[in-house]
């Protein structure tokens, strides 16, 4: 029988098959790697009647914190106000999410809590999205608005959500999951932040077809463990259209006639460039010179 790995708890894989759960374990080779990501939530396996995984299929991707395979969404979800929009870390997100090959898909929650001017500000701030083709949802999980359109659109797919504490994750997945398990926090007072919510790492059924999942631990994000310069300019996706750079191995920094600094403000925003060359600066100074 083949069916997809919902949960792992204890060393049990609770994979789903038609509308029955089964309770299996690993067996032969599978067993043996003795690794972590051998078998992982969303993964396709094969299983027989003895409840005993044979088989796992191969995975369009796999992200490890947590550990889960064959992600459709990536939802970057961040809040407008409390905690206030940060949009260094909804880059560092981004710039996960294309890293992991998974599409992603913006929502922004508490829209009531802005008013017009404050709402096209955001707007203005995130506009270069238009560009890369990345869907962006403006909610209010408090007030039902914008959750049928987001609904509709991730219907039928495995969605993640990541994204700090205290933008309303918990709530919105409530919202789009058939039984509400997921406890909802508040923001912290104190630091802005949310206090964190959710454990485990379930798949858990939506209403209309399709799962969803919450990420713990994508608060405290890194950058992706990218190797070269030339792999972080291909993560930045809206370059691709402009890589008209007179040399081959232009990194887009200080060399002459490179297509994309030529594009700034036009096809590609000041502020995604910044964020590029601060990435740069990280990755040399702090990963690609240790070794």
Known sequence: ??????????????????ETTHECRLRGILKKKNSKD????????????????????PRQNII????????????IQFSALDPKFDIGRFNIL??????????????????????????KELEEQLNFLK???????????????????????????????????????????????EE??????????????????????????MKNGGWVIDTPGFSSIELPPVETAEELAGLFTEFNEYKTCKYSNCIHINEPECGIKNELNHGISQSRYDFYLWCYKFY????????
């Open 284 to 291: 040399s100074e702090e990963r690609w010179n240790k070794y």
């Open 1 to 18: 029988m083949k069916g997809r790995v919902i949960t792992k708890i204890k060393g049990f894989y609770y994979v789903q098959s038609g």
């Open 64 to 75: 490890h914190r947590p550990l889960v395979s064959n992600i459709d969404y990536l939802v």
């Open 94 to 119: 981004l710039l996960n999410s294309f890293y992991y090959n998974i599409k992603p898909v913006v929502v922004i929650n508490k829209i009531e809590l802005m008013d017009d001017e404050e709402m």
């Open 131 to 177: 560009k890369m083709e990345i869907e962006v949802f403006y909610i209010s999980t408090y007030k039902s608005i914008g959750i049928e359109k987001l609904e509709e659109y991730i219907k039928d797919k495995i969605t993640a959500f990541g994204g700090p504490s205290g933008a309303g994750k918990s709530s919105l997945i409530n919202m789009l999951q």
């Open 180 to 205: 509400k398990v997921l406890e909802i926090g508040e923001t912290s007072k104190k630091n802005s932040r949310g206090k964190h919510t959710t454990k485990g790492t379930t798949l858990l059924p």
């Open 38 to 57: 051998n078998c992982v939530t969303g993964d396709l396996v094969e299983f027989g009647e003895d409840k005993a995984i044979t088989k796992v299929y």
